[in-house]
């Protein structure tokens, strides 16, 4: 019962920048919930595999894709069960719909509506 809202794509240059928002919405998933459970961000683009981004664990240590290093950094504010992904020196091929999820119910095969993300060249 649980609802992810992602906010935030649009379009932008390549070399540009966007901030990614995730809200962990439902009464039911507590704070303390949400903050126990590692976060991820995925993407996934048109006829290609869902691929994970990011990943940030309930102490914050993070993980990176090795294609996002050094350009994305994701956060997190647990009091507003928020996952932020912060994408800079973007790339055309990081054009796709960015996805936020509980990286342990990935598995239930439930996600939002994700948020677009184009990158011109």
């Known amino acids: 019962q649980v609802q992810l809202v992602e906010s935030g794509g649009g379009l932008v240059q390549a070399g540009g920048s966007l901030r990614l928002s995730c809200l962990v919405s439902g009464s039911i998933f507590s704070i303390n919930a949400f903050s126990i459970n590692t976060m991820g961000w995925y993407r996934q683009a048109p006829g290609k595999q869902r691929e994970l981004v990011a990943s940030?664990?309930?102490?914050?240590?993070?993980n990176y894709a090795d294609f996002v290093k050094g350009r994305f950094t994701i956060s997190r504010d647990n009091a507003k069960k928020l996952v932020y992904l912060q994408m800079n020196s973007l790339k055309p091929e990081d054009t796709a719909v960015y996805y936020c999820?509980?990286?342990?119910?990935?598995?239930?095969?439930?996600w939002g509506q994700g948020t677009q993300v184009t990158v011109s060249s």
């Open positions: 999820n509980i990286v342990s119910r990935v598995s239930w095969g439930t």
């Open positions: 940030i664990t309930s102490d914050r240590s993070t």
